[in-house]
């Protein structure tokens, strides 16, 4: 039987090395990818990849072996993120490489599929158009598939704050979208006598 994040993190506190491996085989891929969608830069990205897992060790006898281990991992990426956008001061960021992922264009029709590319590179912009408070929300609900409560311990704020800023982000992002197909299709009057 595989073992549970907490049988994992109790024998990581007593010193077992192959404990923390098999944490780091089970979770590296949800921290890189969250580190990379929030400062769009691979090395930057494994850097915090192992940032994150050698704070795992540090802090081992600190972590709740009663809680599932993800959240905590949440939140020490996103404040490590937070950490590398500020001092470079990199405050926009694009998630194409995240969203391809997990919205691949139909392969069956080429029209069919020139649409989604389109649609998927106004998501994208306007994603990336977002302020950053609102585009980590998004991030962690939309692509990660966190919950609200999930998403409140992982950025340190209300549950409330975070249905707000879900709110407004999606309200930013449908006038984003609907403004620029207003732009795509211009009203055209036709005179046809």
């Known amino acids: 039987m595989k073992d ?11 010193g077992d090395l192959d404990a923390l491996g098999k944490l780091y085989q089970r979770y ?15 090395r930057t990205a494994e850097d915090i990849l192992q940032e994150t897992f050698l704070r795992v060790y540090t802090y081992a006898d600190s972590i709740d072996e009663t809680l599932p281990l993800g959240p905590w991992l949440y939140r020490v990426t996103v404040n ?3 950490t590398w956008t500020n001092r470079v ?3 926009f960021y694009s998630v194409q490489d995240v969203l391809d992922r997990w919205m691949a264009p139909s392969r069956w029709l080429p029209e069919k599929a020139a649409e989604e590319e389109e649609w998927r590179r106004i998501l994208r912009q306007a994603i990336d158009a977002l302020p ?3 585009r980590i929300v998004v991030i962690l609900h939309y692509l990660e598939g966190l919950s609200l409560k ?20 999606r309200e930013s992002l ?9 732009r795509l299709v211009p009203e055209v009057a036709y005179d046809f006598t």
């Open 4 to 14: 549970a994040d907490g049988q994992l993190v109790t024998r990581m506190q007593a």
């Open 28 to 42: 590296k891929s949800m921290v890189y990818r969250t580190a990379f969608a929030i400062t769009r830069d691979e």
């Open 80 to 82: 490590q993120s937070y």
């Open 89 to 91: 001061k990199r405050w």
């Open 132 to 134: 950053p408070k609102h």
């Open 150 to 169: 999930e998403i409140s311990y992982v950025i340190d704020v209300p549950e409330g704050t975070v249905k707000s800023r879900l709110y407004y982000a």
């Open 174 to 182: 449908r006038e984003t979208i609907l403004e620029r197909d207003h």
